[in-house]
């Protein structure tokens, strides 16, 4: 018998306007880290007197579920979590347990990952995984302690990281992925003591090419050890040969080592642009929408969400933003010509 209801038509997968579909959302739960890495929050910018934003000024956990529920309706199917450092967020577990129920329109789980530099991780590892976070990665420039405090900022020891991978580990939360960025003259020489240490753990390491995002980590391209240099270190003493990716939109460009030793992947943004088949989309701390990790401008959904806009209202309002993107920042790099002034901090927007 006909009820007289019609089924809502399915939500269209959304495209933007290089006809790229929306596959992930980052979100950034806090502009505050406890390290001061040279390539993302410099100690001599964001130091003592920094002025970082108030806690009001933070999405609450419920809004964040809010956009993140809609972005998931428009076809995101991972969310990962960042900063800032996102363990620095109090009762970031809870978050966590928000979003572990979405599921797509059909049916599918939404994977939900964290980026930390897992100093912390040794004391939540446990009750992040227990709340239904599926995996970490864990950034790591270098396993020589001196090195790593000059990457860092001097604010942390390379054992609190060391131990955070470990609960890592013995959490679940895997596969672990370790992102160390390399800088020329700075941590070039850990790239082989890392490939070492991480062979046949289990764990995937990846290096990503030094970028120049924000506007205060001083960038310059003789900084940037190119991904092809990083492979040819690495081949040398281990062959690799190379992997499909392992799905759709990947960033890092996946080699596994001849002799079984397991898999390491490098991301190069720079040298090698993968603008083409990006579909991600990142939620600053304060609520605002950013097509691009290298944007200058984000579109602000705080407002929106505390004057009450409704759910359908919200969707919307997130779709317009992806339909007009035509980011390829990467791909434009070396012509400056229509690129921001001025880009957003990797801190407000994750990595």
Not at 40 to 64: K, N, T, W, Y
Not at 257 to 263: C, K, L, M, S, Y
Not at 283 to 297: I, N, P, Q, V
């Amino acid at each position: 018998m006909n009820s007289g209801k019609r089924d809502a038509p399915p939500v269209p997968r959304a495209l933007d306007a290089l006809r790229r579909p929306l596959r992930d959302l980052r979100v950034s739960v806090t502009d505050r880290c406890n390290l001061r890495c040279v390539y993302c929050m410099p100690r001599e910018i964001f130091g003592r007197d920094f002025v970082f934003l108030r806690h009001a000024d933070l999405l609450s956990f419920e809004e964040i579920v809010r956009v993140a529920r809609q972005c998931v309706a428009l076809g995101a199917r991972k969310i990962r979590l960042s900063g800032g450092e996102p363990l620095l967020r109090r009762g970031v577990e809870r978050l966590v347990e928000m979003l572990a129920g979405l599921r797509g329109e059909d049916g599918t789980p939404v994977e939900l990952a964290m980026t930390t530099n897992g100093i912390l991780l040794a004391k939540k590892a446990r009750a992040l995984r227990e709340a239904g976070l599926d995996r970490v990665n864990i950034s790591l420039d270098a396993l020589d302690d001196s090195i790593f405090r000059r990457m860092t900022g001097g604010a942390a020891s390379i054992a609190d990281a060391l131990a955070g991978i470990a609960a890592a580990r013995e959490a679940g939360l895997t596969p672990i992925k370790v992102n160390a960025v390399v800088k020329r003259g700075v941590n070039d020489g850990e790239i082989l003591p890392l490939v070492r240490h991480f062979r046949r753990s289990g764990v995937i390491l990846r290096f990503i090419e030094y970028m120049d995002v924000g506007s205060t980590n001083g960038w310059r391209l003789d900084d940037v050890v190119s991904a092809g240099e990083i492979l040819a270190r690495i081949g040398r003493e281990f062959p690799l040969r190379p992997l499909e990716p392992a799905r759709a939109g990947e960033v890092a460009e996946r080699w596994r080592f001849a002799d079984g030793g397991g898999e390491i992947g490098v991301i190069a943004s720079v040298t090698q642009a993968f603008c083409h088949e990006c579909g991600r989309l990142r939620l600053s701390t304060d609520g605002k929408l950013y097509t691009c990790l290298f944007a200058g401008e984000g579109a602000d959904l705080r407002a929106p969400l505390r004057d009450g806009e409704d759910d359908e209202g919200l969707r919307r309002r997130i779709a317009g933003v992806w339909a007009r993107r035509g980011d390829r920042y990467s791909q434009l790099r070396r012509d400056a010509s229509g690129l921001p002034a001025r880009k957003i901090e990797m801190s407000y927007i994750g990595g």
